[in-house]
C-alpha cells in the first residue's frame, strides 16, 4: 500500500496543519511497498484527523451481526448527539456486500469486501492494524470472539484468523459459497451453509461439533438463546429449526412460512424465549400496501393526502383526528389488519413462534418489507427487553407523512398486539420522527434509551423515554448529489483531498456494490462512538464512517462540496477508470452528472485506439460457422478427469429431476419496482434447449428417459404437442419454488419470448444431438412459412436468438432438400452476423445492458448465446469481450453467480438479480472466452429452484469445456 502524507490547509484554524495520511492503490499499474499489483482505491481511501480524537476509551464490544448471540440489536451505551466524524473509509474499488455490518472486538473493528480482503481497523482513527486477503468475497459479517475473528468467504468456506495479527488458524470447507454471519457460542462456532447444512465447528480448532442436514440452502444467520441452549436457524425451506446447542439435536421445526425467502437477516430471540422472523413477499409492495388501505378506508373512508386539494385535506384531517382520539379505533385497525392476512396468508411476512413448540403465537398485525420489497428489518429488543418492531396504521403522530402508515411500536410476544410507541397527542416533523420510509432503508437500533433509525443517507434518533425525537439527524450523507458534485467529489478523491463531512459519497460507475439498499443494516454502536454504513443505491457498499459524540460536533449540518474543475490529466484519468458507461449513461444519472457522458465518449475513443480498428470480416469464417458445429475434442485431460465425473454426476441427477414430472414455471417474486413478478422456464423450448445441450454428456440411462420424456411431450396434452406455441401446459404441473405460490400474483411477465424463427434453434440441436426425427417432421411443414415472415424479435438480445434461428433454419433446409429456402435463410443469416458484429465495435466499453420490460436489466449482448455467434465473437471481438468482462463483470459484480444474489443491475427498485444474468455472463466466460473448467466449476453454484434449466445449462458447458472443442463440417 503506498501512503501519501501531505498537508492541507483547513477552513478551521485549529486544524491547520494537520498531517493526513491518505491511502491509495492505484488500478492502473500502481505497485504497492509490498510489490503487490492492485486496483484503483482497492484498499480504500481513509481520512483521519488526530486532533478530532477524544481519549482512547476502554472498548466495549459488538462482535457479531446484531450486538448479540440473541441479535438483539440493542446495546447498553448512550449515544446523544452531537457527534464529530472521527474518520471514514471509502472501499471505492472493493465494495461491501449488502447486509455487511461492521464488528467491533475491543479496541479492533473487522470488516470484509467483495474483493476478499479482512481488515482490522484501529476503531477510534480508521488505521489499519491488519489486513488479510482470502480466495473469495466476504457476503457477510465475521463475529469476533476472544483471540478470533470469524470470516464467511464466497469459495465455501468459514475462516478463523487471529485478531491479533490475521494469522490464518484454521479453515472448514463447506459445498457452496457461504453467505451467513457466525454467532460464537459456548465454544462453539454457529452458521448456516448454502449447501444445505447447519454447521456448529469447535472455536478452538475448526473441528466440526456437529452438522443438521435441511436440504435446502440457508440465507439467514443463526441466532442463539443462551438461557435455553438452543440455536434457530431459517432456512429456505420456509421453515425456522430449532436445534440443541450441545449436539444438534432437532427440537422442532415450524411449519411451512409464506414468503419467498428470509435470506439476508436472522431470528431474534425475545426475552421470552420466544423467536422472531421476517420473510420477503412474492407479491409487490403495491399489492402488500393494499392491505393496509384497505382496513383504512374501511374505519376512515378517506385520509388527507397529495391526492386532495388542501382544503379537502383539512376537513379529512379533522375527520380523522376525532376518530383516532377514540382508543377503539387503533384496535379497530389492528383486528382488520390482522383478519385481511389471516384471509390472505401470502401477505404475511412477520412471524411470532413458540420458542419450545415452534408453533405460531397467532398473525402479528403486521404489513411490511424492507425498502426495495426486501426480507422486513428484524425487530430490536431494547436494554429494558421491549421488543420494538415496525408496522402500518393510520396514526396522528405520522399523519401525512411520505409514508403515513409507518410506525414504531412495542411488541407483546406473548399476545402478538403492538403498542404504538410515538406520542399519539401530536404530529411529528420529519426527522423527530425517526424518518420512517416505508420504501427506503430504515433499520433500527436502541443505545440505551435512545431508538435510532439508520437511514440510507442519514441517522435519525428519539429519546424512548420522552417520546421526543430530535430535530435534526445524528449525521448526514447523500441521497442524490447537486448537479455537478458528483464531478467535484471525484475532483477531490482524485487529488487526495479529505472529503467535506456528510459528503463520503462517490459516484463509482456501478450501479451498486453487493446490492444497494437491498439488505440494509443498522449502526455499529459501541461506547460514545457509531459506525454507519450508508446504503443508497447509486453508492452503496462505498464507505464506513466512524462518528463521536462531542460537544460541538459538526455532523448534524449539512456541509457541501467545493466547486471544482478538471484539469486536462485529471479528466484523462478519470475517463481511464473501469467505469460501468452503462449505468452512468442512464437518465437518472446522466442528470445529475451530465459530464460523465462526455468523459464516456473520451474513454470509447482511447479504447478503440488501444485494439486498433476492426477486423476484415471473413465471408468464409461467416459461412463455415453456419456450416459447421461443434464437437468434443476427446476424452477429459487427467486433470479434469475427476472434475468432469463430479460434473457428470450432478448433471445426471439435475436432468433425472426435469424429466420425472411436469414443472411450473418458476415465478420469481416482485420488487417495489418492478411491480410484475417474473417467470422463468415458461416456454417448453427453453426445456428443450436446455435437454438438448446436456444430452451429449449424460448416461445412456438419462438418455433414454430424456427421449421418451420429449416424444411424451410430443402427443397430443403436451407441453411440447404445439410447436409454436410458447406456453407451458400447467395442468398437473409441479411447483419449482420451495416456497408455495398459493395463486397467480396479480401482475406477471414471463422473462424469455422465442418468435417461431428463434424456436428453430432449440428444435435443430435437439434433433442433432438425439438424431430423434419427431421434432424434425413436424419443422418441415412450417419451415417455408417461418422463413418467408422472417424475424420478428420478443426477446431483448441483440438479434442473438434471430442470429441462431437463421442458422438452424439454413440446416433445416438443406436436411430437407430445399435449395431456396437454404439460400434466403443463409443469406439473412449473414446479414445479422454482420449487424451483430459492427454492434461489437460501434460499442467497445458499453452496451452490455440493455432494458427489458418494466425498466429490468438484461445482460443483452451475451442473452441467448449459442456455441455458432460466440465463435465470432471470439475470433472478430475478443479484445472487446475481454474487457467488457473484466470492466462490467469480474471489476464492478464480482459476486454475478451467487444464486438468490442481491440485485446488481441496480435499474430496477428489487431485491434480487434477475436468475438469468448469471447463466447470461456465464455463458460468454464459457462459450467466448472459454475459461477453464476448474474456474466455471467455481460459478456453477446452486441451482435457484427446483428443474434449474440454467443450472443444467452450467453444468453441460463445464463438461465441454473440461473435454475442449473442435469444429466439424455438418454432414446431412
Not at 485506439?609 to 460457422?625: A, N, R, Y
Request: glycine share 6%; hydrophobic share 40%; with cysteine.
Amino acid at each position: 500500500m503506498m501512503r501519501v502524507p501531505f498537508v492541507l490547509k483547513f477552513a478551521r484554524p485549529e486544524l491547520a496543519d494537520v498531517r493526513v495520511g491518505v491511502r491509495w492503490l492505484g488500478r492502473r499499474k500502481a505497485r504497492s511497498r509490498d510489490g503487490c499489483w492492485s486496483h484503483l482505491l482497492t484498499a480504500g481511501l481513509l481520512f483521519g484527523v488526530s486532533l478530532s480524537l477524544t481519549p482512547h476509551l476502554e472498548a466495549s464490544d459488538w462482535p457479531v451481526a446484531g450486538h448479540d448471540v440473541r441479535r438483539s440489536g440493542s446495546a447498553e451505551t448512550t449515544l446523544r448527539p452531537p457527534f464529530t466524524r472521527l474518520w471514514y473509509r471509502l472501499f471505492t474499488d472493493e465494495g461491501l456486500m449488502s447486509g455487511v455490518q461492521p464488528v467491533v472486538y475491543r479496541d479492533r473493528l473487522f470488516v470484509g469486501t467483495l474483493r476478499g480482503t479482512v481488515y482490522a481497523l484501529d476503531r477510534l482513527k480508521g488505521t489499519v492494524a491488519w489486513k488479510v486477503h482470502l480466495p473469495g468475497a466476504i457476503l457477510h459479517s465475521c463475529a469476533a470472539d476472544g483471540k478470533k475473528v470469524f470470516v464467511p468467504c464466497a469459495d465455501g468456506a468459514l475462516y478463523a484468523l487471529a485478531v491479533r495479527d490475521g494469522t490464518q488458524l484454521w479453515r472448514f470447507q463447506t459445498g457452496a459459497a457461504v453467505w451467513n454471519s457466525p454467532v460464537v457460542f459456548d465454544g462453539k462456532v454457529f452458521f448456516g451453509g448454502r449447501d444445505g447444512k447447519l454447521y456448529a465447528l469447535r472455536s478452538e480448532d475448526g473441528k466440526l461439533a456437529w452438522q443438521y442436514t435441511v436440504h435446502a440452502p440457508v440465507l439467514a444467520s443463526p441466532a442463539i438463546d443462551p438461557e435455553r441452549r438452543r440455536a434457530f436457524f431459517a432456512v429456505e425451506d420456509m421453515r425456522v429449526y430449532a436445534l440443541q446447542v450441545d449436539d444438534g439435536g432437532l427440537l422442532w421445526q415450524s411449519e411451512r412460512l409464506p414468503g419467498v425467502t428470509f435470506r439476508g437477516y436472522y431470528p431474534v430471540v425475545a426475552p421470552d424465549g420466544s423467536v422472531m422472523v421476517t420473510t420477503a413477499p412474492l407479491y409487490s409492495q403495491e399489492e402488500l400496501q393494499t392491505v393496509v388501505e384497505e382496513a383504512v378506508r374501511e374505519i376512515f373512508g378517506d385520509y388527507a393526502s397529495w391526492r386532495h386539494s388542501a382544503g379537502e385535506n383539512a376537513r379529512l384531517r379533522d375527520e380523522n383526528f376525532r376518530l383516532l382520539a377514540q382508543p377503539e379505533t387503533y384496535q379497530r385497525q389492528m383486528e382488520l389488519i390482522r383478519r385481511k392476512l389471516e384471509d390472505k396468508p401470502y401477505f404475511q411476512t412477520f412471524f411470532l413462534l413458540d420458542g419450545d413448540t415452534g408453533a405460531r403465537r397467532g398473525v402479528v398485525p403486521i404489513v411490511y418489507a424492507e425498502s426495495m420489497n426486501g426480507t422486513g428489518m428484524p425487530p430490536v429488543v431494547a436494554p429494558d427487553n421491549r421488543v420494538i418492531v415496525k408496522f402500518q396504521a393510520l396514526l396522528r403522530s405520522r399523519y401525512q407523512h411520505y409514508s403515513p402508515f409507518l410506525n414504531v411500536g412495542y411488541l407483546d410476544t406473548r399476545t402478538g398486539n403492538i403498542e404504538p410507541l410515538l406520542d399519539e397527542s401530536r404530529t411529528y416533523g420529519w426527522h423527530d420522527s425517526l424518518l420512517l420510509v416505508h420504501d427506503e432503508q430504515c433499520c433500527l437500533g436502541v443505545a440505551g434509551t435512545t431508538l435510532i433509525n439508520t437511514h440510507q443517507d442519514n441517522v435519525n434518533a428519539l429519546d424512548l423515554i420522552s417520546r421526543r425525537g430530535f430535530p435534526e439527524p445524528f449525521c448526514w450523507n447523500v441521497h442524490e448529489p447537486e448537479k455537478g458534485e458528483a464531478l467535484s467529489i471525484w475532483t477531490m478523491l482524485i487529488r487526495g483531498e479529505p472529503l467535506p463531512v456528510g459528503k463520503e459519497w462517490i459516484l463509482r460507475g456501478t450501479g451498486v456494490y453487493g446490492g444497494g439498499s437491498v439488505i440494509d443494516v443498522g449502526i455499529t454502536m459501541v461506547d460514545d462512538t457509531f459506525y454507519y454504513v450508508p446504503t443508497h443505491e447509486i453508492s452503496a457498499g462505498c464507505a464506513i464512517i466512524a462518528y463521536q459524540m462531542k460537544e460541538h460536533g459538526e455532523a448534524s449540518r449539512k456541509t457541501t462540496v467545493p466547486t471544482a474543475n478538471l484539469s486536462s490529466e485529471e479528466r484523462d484519468k478519470l475517463a481511464s477508470f473501469d467505469s460501468d458507461w452503462d449505468l452512468l449513461s442512464t437518465p437518472r444519472i446522466a442528470r445529475l452528472a451530465p459530464e460523465f457522458l462526455e468523459l464516456r465518449e473520451q474513454a470509447r475513443r482511447e479504447t478503440l485506439s488501444q485494439i486498433g480498428p476492426p477486423p476484415f470480416v471473413d465471408e468464409k469464417l461467416i459461412e463455415q460457422t453456419i456450416w459447421e458445429v461443434p464437437a468434443d475434442a476427446g476424452q477429459s485431460p487427467e486433470k479434469y478427469a475427476e472434475l468432469e465425473a463430479d460434473i457428470r454426476g450432478k448433471l445426471n441427477l439435475a436432468v433425472k429431476e426435469l424429466v420425472s414430472r411436469r414443472w411450473a414455471p418458476f415465478v420469481f417474486p416482485a420488487g417495489k419496482h418492478p411491480v410484475e413478478s417474473y417467470r422463468f422456464f415458461a416456454d417448453p423450448c427453453e426445456t428443450l434447449l436446455a435437454l438438448a445441450y446436456s444430452y451429449p454428456y449424460l448416461d445412456a440411462e438419462i438418455q433414454r428417459s430424456v427421449k421418451d420424456w420429449v416424444v411424451h411431450e410430443l402427443q397430443p396434452g403436451g407441453c411440447l404437442n404445439d410447436l409454436w406455441n410458447d406456453e407451458l401446459k400447467l395442468d398437473g404441473s409441479v411447483s419449482r419454488t420451495r416456497y408455495d405460490v398459493p395463486r397467480p400474483p396479480r401482475l406477471v411477465l414471463d422473462d424469455r419470448h422465442f418468435d417461431r424463427l428463434a424456436r428453430l434453434y432449440p428444435f435443430w440441436l435437439w434433433t442433432y444431438h438425439t438424431g430423434d426425427p419427431h421434432l424434425a417432421e413436424r419443422v418441415k411443414a412450417s419451415l417455408a412459412e417461418i422463413v418467408s415472415q422472417g424475424s420478428k424479435p420478443a426477446d431483448i438480445d441483440l438479434g442473438n436468438s434471430a442470429i441462431a434461428g437463421w442458422i438452424a433454419a439454413a440446416r433445416f433446409a438443406r436436411h430437407f432438400g430445399l435449395p431456396e429456402i437454404e439460400e434466403r435463410a443463409v443469406s439473412q443469416a449473414k446479414t445479422a452476423i454482420r449487424t451483430r458484429l459492427d454492434y461489437e465495435w460501434q460499442h467497445p466499453i458499453d452496451g452490455l445492458f440493455a432494458e427489458a420490460r418494466t425498466s429490468r436489466w438484461v445482460c443483452a449482448r451475451w442473452r441467448n448465446l449459442t456455441p455458432e455467434l460466440a465463435r465470432l465473437l471470439a475470433h472478430y471481438a475478443r479484445p472487446i469481450q475481454e474487457r467488457l468482462v473484466d470492466r462490467y463483470v469480474d471489476h464492478h459484480r464480482p459476486t454475478w453467480w451467487l444464486a438468490w444474489n442481491v440485485e446488481l443491475a441496480w435499474r430496477n427498485e428489487s431485491p434480487f438479480s434477475l436468475p438469468s444474468m448469471a447463466q447470461e455472463i456465464f455463458s460468454a466466460k464459457a462459450l467466448i472466452l472459454q475459461t477453464p473448467p476448474d474456474v466455471l466449476a467455481t460459478w456453477v453454484d446452486i441451482p435457484w429452484c427446483s428443474a434449474d434449466l440454467y443450472y443444467i445449462e452450467k453444468l453441460a458447458w463445464t463438461i465441454r469445456a473440461c473435454r475442449g472443442i473442435v469444429w466439424h463440417p455438418l454432414t446431412n
